[in-house]
């Protein structure tokens, strides 16, 4: 099982001991692409024409 699908189990199941990289590679993995980021609040775009 890979990392990844392994960290989505953990927030499936209702984990709150997530570091924030951990979620960073996962929603990129997902498609997302960090569009703007300000502080410490980040907007993220997903556009469902990616492979």
Same mark, same amino acid.
């Given at each position: 099982m890979s990392k990844k699908r392994k960290l989505?189990?953990?927030?499936?199941?209702?984990?709150?001991?997530?570091? #924030?990289?951990?979620? !960073?590679?996962? /929603?990129? =993995? #997902?498609?997302?692409? !960090?569009?703007? /980021?300000? =502080?410490?609040?980040?907007?993220?775009?997903?556009?469902?024409?990616?492979?």
């Open positions: 989505l189990q953990k927030l499936l199941r209702g984990s709150k001991n997530v570091r #924030f990289d951990e979620l !960073l590679a996962l /929603a990129l =993995g #997902f498609g997302f692409t !960090l569009d703007r /980021a300000s =502080g410490s609040h980040h907007c993220w775009r997903w556009s469902s024409n990616t492979a």
